[in-house]
């Protein structure tokens, strides 16, 4: 691939950071050591999966294995816009909910890894509203290396645990505040799906993210505490139900 010397940085993620190819295309490479763990090709393949079966990504241009060049999409995060537009957070979830069944009505190519068991689904592993940018045309998911064959819940747990765990990026009020805000987006997210299937295998998803070794100490703690409220409020309503 010759982008070798792209253009202005435009975002940086976890592991990839996205570079301006001019006005139509970016493009996505992986820093090290992610370069050596992520195969880009295959993200780019499952990209490509994704927009044939009629899902909103990127269109892909080219890969390798540490590249992608794909269509430059304008429009803000769902976070950004929400965190400019409060009043919009019910609506937002809705979208979120639907892009997540929109997805997982999709069959996953057999080659896909399948990391939680049993399960036909394409599932994202990412679906937040930070991978999610709203554009003039609609809502594209971005993000695509965790994506996997599985159930659904499996997908739905990973996003209750990002909404419940990220980092609050304030202090004092402001932070209360934006707690709040989460709280209130997960718990309508939550109710706008399968809930039953996400907690079932909340577990194993929280399990397998304490244990990435490209999990934050503050992001294992987090998901620790929310494993145990869960688990703890999970045997509360079992003794409350429990017939005498």
Known sequence: MSTRN?????????????????????????RQPHAQIYDARREAELMTYAHDHGFPVPVVH??????????RVIGPSMLASMARQPWTLWANTLTLAKLHHNLHSI????????????????IHLDLHPENVLLT?????????????????????????IILATAAIPARGAKAALLRGARHLFLRSFLHRVDRQSAAALLPAVAEAWINNPR??????????????????????????TRPS
């Open 6 to 30: 792209p253009g202005p940085l435009l975002a940086a993620g976890r592991a990839a950071d996205v570079y301006e190819l001019g006005r139509q295309l970016v493009l996505r490479r992986y």
């Open 62 to 71: 080219d890969a390798d294995q540490t590249d992608i060049v794909m269509q």
């Open 107 to 122: 069959l996953a190519p057999e080659w896909v890894s399948a990391p939680f068991g049993d399960g036909e689904a394409l």
């Open 215 to 240: 999990t934050s100490d503050p992001e294992r703690a987090a998901t620790a505490r929310l494993l145990r409220d869960h688990t703890h409020e999970v045997t509360r309503q079992s003794r409350g």
């Open 136 to 160: 003039d045309e609609g809502p594209v998911v971005i993000d695509w290396q965790n994506a996997a064959r599985g159930p659904v819940g499996a997908d739905l747990a990973k996003t209750w």
